[in-house]
């Protein structure tokens, strides 16, 4: 399995990273997708990556919640680090639009600013690009539509993580091409309704599965993808093989040599 998107390199988790890998591997994870904040969390990555090779992928970003608290300035350095370091990961992200209630709405130009300049920075470097959206699906959709969507498809691929909004919010985005990526919200009778529909909806070859650990236990990732599996009807090994496609098609890169 691959845990497609988590912070392993986040400063919660990463001293522990060892006893983390250790635990994921006994329950089946081969591969982490890491999801990246700032610079000082890129240099972790890095660190991480050459530990335990070909097992991360690397994404280096300005999330928005940390964009939010740098000055303009302080923006325009962070994405000139951005420039000279992306060529050692191999996606950019994340990065995105975050409206939820506690933002600070007075910043929100600001987490436009630094989401715009990298969507257009993945674009020109030719690197797939993972989303953080939360109640800005519209304006996310403006910046993709505006310089990724060229007309007949997307010129990078694109996952939004942690998808929260609803079936009706997703469908544009799943015309696009765009891959969705799935935690455990889904699963509850009750509150995952909404989720549980939008990953019914969603094509098999364009779902992706989650922790964002630390925020979920790294070791809930096995019953994420069983549940996922029932949910697609679908038997669990062709299922995780699905997955593990889906990110080989979103990096480009084919992992099945290594894998064996
Ligand atoms: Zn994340």
New binding site residues.
């Given amino acids: 399995m691959i845990d497609c998107?988590c912070?392993l390199a986040d400063s919660r988790c990463f001293k522990d990273a060892d006893r983390i890998l250790s635990e994921g591997r006994a329950v089946g994870i081969r591969k982490w997708v890491l999801?990246g904040t700032d610079p000082v969390e890129w240099d972790r990555q890095a660190e991480l990556a050459g530990r335990y090779p070909g097992q991360m992928f690397q994404n280096y970003g300005l999330h928005p919640w940390w964009v939010e608290k740098l000055s303009r300035p302080e923006i325009d350095s962070a994405l000139a680090m951005l420039k000279s370091k992306l060529g050692s990961a191999q996606g950019l992200g994340?990065t995105g639009l975050d409206f939820y209630e506690k933002r600070d709405p007075e910043k929100f130009d600001d987490q436009f600013y630094a989401f715009d300049a990298q969507v257009r920075l993945a674009v020109a470097r030719e690197k797939p690009i993972v989303l953080?959206v939360v109640k800005a699906f519209d304006e996310s959709l403006g910046v993709i539509k505006s310089h990724v969507w060229s007309g007949g498809g997307l010129q990078v691929p694109i996952m939004l993580?942690?998808y929260s909004g609803n079936e009706q919010q997703a469908k544009p985005w799943i015309e696009m091409g765009v891959m969705l990526s799935f935690t455990e919200a889904f699963i509850d009778p009750e509150r995952g309704k909404k989720s549980r529909r939008t990953l019914l909806e969603t094509p098999v070859e364009q779902i992706l599965l989650e922790t964002?650990g630390p925020d979920l236990p790294f070791t809930d990732l096995p019953r994420i993808y069983a549940e996922a599996a029932k949910v697609k009807g679908m038997e669990l090994k062709a299922f995780q093989a699905q997955i593990v496609a889906n990110i080989e098609r979103f990096y480009r890169v084919d992992t099945r040599a290594k894998n064996g």
């Fill in positions: 998107h912070h999801g994340e953080h993580h942690r964002d």
